[in-house]
């Protein structure tokens, strides 16, 4: 059985840091593309980042570009996401996905596997 895994989520400080990461597991995702999802109360699903399935590729939403970055881990199975200097509007239920393409999407519908989200309260 797929599934996926995120971890590092927590509360921090207006300004701050998290890691946060997703450890795949049940196949193999060495040639899946990743990426990273966001939801806050009473909002939809937003695209955050996303990276192809070499690593060499990464695509981020405009409102997180210069502060986060994402990453694959060396197994290619685990992917990280570096949150710095965090803001309020950051707060939300943070998603990991992984889709069967090489290619990294922006589009929700593209991924096929999805995480069941770990939460990140930025406070001022």
């Known amino acids: 059985q797929v599934q996926l895994v995120e971890s590092g989520g927590g509360l921090v400080q207006a300004g701050g840091s998290l890691r946060l990461s997703c450890a795949a597991s049940?196949?193999?995702?060495?040639?899946?593309?990743m990426g990273w999802f966001r939801q806050a109360p009473g909002k939809e699903r937003d695209f955050v980042a996303a990276?192809?399935?070499?690593?060499?590729?990464?695509y981020y939403a405009d409102s997180v570009k210069g502060r986060f970055t994402i990453s694959r881990g060396n197994a290619k199975n685990t992917v990280y996401l570096q949150m710095n200097s965090l803001k309020p509007e950051d707060t939300a239920v943070y998603y990991c996905?992984?889709?069967?393409?090489?290619?990294?999407?922006?589009?929700?519908?593209?991924?096929?596997?999805w995480g069941q989200g770990t939460q990140v309260t930025v406070s001022s």
């Open positions: 990276i192809s399935w070499d690593g060499r590729s990464t």
């Open positions: 996905a992984a889709t069967k393409s090489i290619i990294a999407t922006m589009a929700l519908d593209g991924y096929d596997y």
């Open positions: 049940g196949r193999t995702f060495t040639n899946y593309a």
